[in-house]
């Protein structure tokens, strides 16, 4: 492959690397800038992109040179600039070099190398990356075409499959699950009973969705105003049922107690009380908090730990058969990316052809007109011209075809196969 | 002569209208929009299962298209059909029951454009193609038809069948409330059920489409009325139709109360919702064609 137009990629993430090493070599936003300007400065690279997120950081680069030939001083680069003995990453750095590259990137934007599988957020830390490397000058045009590629991917991915749609987490489960009841959650209310770390989660998801008011019970006072104040909440007093049922439109509940805190009974009088508007109880707790015979109540839908870990077993299912189709969609960017990188450079070496082929006419003719003096200057420059046309004739169409064709510069495997064929002398000498 | 015999005849003699048409099959007119309606509503319905299947966004935009494409030719088969008989598109059985389904589409595409909802689509076509297609296979009218003439008539027909067709609508829907309701409280989750509208939007849905109905058969039942008075000199005709619309009718604002009552809401306003199409189906069918002396088709 022509310089100038190869990629490299030297990173670490939470596969290769534990979160001890992991943070050693993670980028802040102005570190990754001052990394992309020395990278550049010292010739490393002519294109620079640092992707910094909590599970990984990765340089992506154009090198001048070969990209095989760049990994080693860029991997020296990173331990250097974080000061990290290079024992310490050698197990750790993976290095990717062209379509490698292309396709780990692609990858990682579809979500399909996130630690949880199509997590949406690295999409945006792309965008934020790319978006912050561009801003700044660090990428070119190999750069750009790849991170718009990678965006282009990360939307079809989201938009064209159902990898990152479905909740994979409890909390998330259970929060879903209100929104198939009420819809939008912006003008609803919840009261989570306990104040551990699974009720902080719910309510982190309830914020994270709207939830219009929250309330919080806990046996312990103390510790459910923190949890409200954390969490813009409000607090009411343990025991306090008939007021703390007749608000809400989800309960969740998860706190030590051998026996169920709310009570088939208790919840029939609630919701007589409630007019028998609708009820999410969400059981977090064990021994279970909710009476099970409490599910027969109308307008009352009861969901236990068991039956959210069986909804997020079926959500990690679905997601993971959708990978193949996320990784089509992959596959088919990493080779309109690689099409393209293909028709960039096999233009350019028509046009070192042309030059090529120009300076042997010259040189042919000069050794032929030294015995044929008898021609005019006049009919010099018509040879001269009709050579030159028929040059022009022979190589228009295949430029025109390498422009236009798809599909041939798809099976036109190496250019640099095809460089050493016809300018082998010129690179030679 | 009983007293719908009189009507009948009053009402041939003020309009001239003697015998129906002939109910001619209009082939060449309305050849091209039907195979295009068809075409479009099949494939739409094809968009949305696979939608509804898949979770594909572009799949269920193209069911849309498609059913716009529908509404569109479905409306020059009307037409045609129409200015072949020179008369009005429900005119006769075949024109009633594809206006029926017209308005169905309409109805729905406006609904789904405004709650943002396609995932319902895949239920709510075989509706519209049904109706489309029996239309088209219904045997020829052999009866006189009432006399189409007049604006009051032509509202008072249009919109008491856009008012059903609003119904059936908020029976399709409070049918998928049911469904979805009783698979979320038995935590059997489907596929499917992610991607269905929420509990709370599919009730919004139904009382959307309640207050269409409720609203266009009010003034249709209203406009119908009028006619009479114009046509007869009697304002206070009875009918046994008149008495399962204004039965309806009530029905549809005791729903529409019910529904926004925190009690009622949900599985119950629900349940009554697809009471009263069940009354609106009789209305249409038995006392149409059994009962009522002025009513055959709407």
New interface residues.
Partial sequence: MASGMEIVLVGLNHRTAPVEVRERVSFTTEQAQRAAEELRARGILEETLVLSTCNRSEVYGVPPESSHECAPGLSSFLSEFHSVRPDVLRGSLYHHYDRDAVRHLFRVSAGLDSMLLGEAEILGQVREAYRFAHEHGATGPVLNRLFQGALEVGKRVR????LG??PMSVASAGV??A?????KLHERSALVLGAGAISEQVVEQLRSRGIAHLFVMNRSRERAESLAQRFGGKVVPWGEWETALNGPDVVVASISAEEPVLQRELLARAMAT?????LLLMDLGLPRNIEAAA?DL??V?I?NVD?LT??VQ?NRN?RESEIPRAEAVVEEHVAKFLSWQASVELVGLVEELRSKLRSERGAFLSSRLETMNHLAAADIRRIESLMDDLLEKLLLQPAERLRGERELRRKIQSVEALRDLFLHDKEKS | MTLSGEFETQCYERTGLTLARSPVLLNEMTHIPLLLTTLAYLLSLGSYLRFLY?????TGRLGTLLLALGVVAHYFALMGRARGLHTVPYHDLYGSMSLFGWLLAVIYLALELYHRQRSVGAFVLPFILVFFLAAHLAPADRLAPPPAHGLAFVFHVTLSILAYAAFALSFVFSLIFLA?ARL??N?T?G?V??RLP????LDRMSQSSVLIGVVSITIGTVLGFVWVDRLTGQYSFYDSKYVITLFVLLLYIVYFWLAR???W???RASKLCIFNFVIVVLSFTVVNLYISHSHRYF
């Fill in positions: 938009t064209e499959t159902e749609t479905r879903k699950l929104e198939r009841i009420f819809g409630r007019g028998n508007r609708a599910a109308y307008n839908y969901y039956d069986d909804i079926q679905a | 898949t979770g594909r966004e572009f979805e979320l409280r935590r989750l596929t059920v992610w929420s509990l709370e939007l009552s925190a009690a809401r949900g599985t």
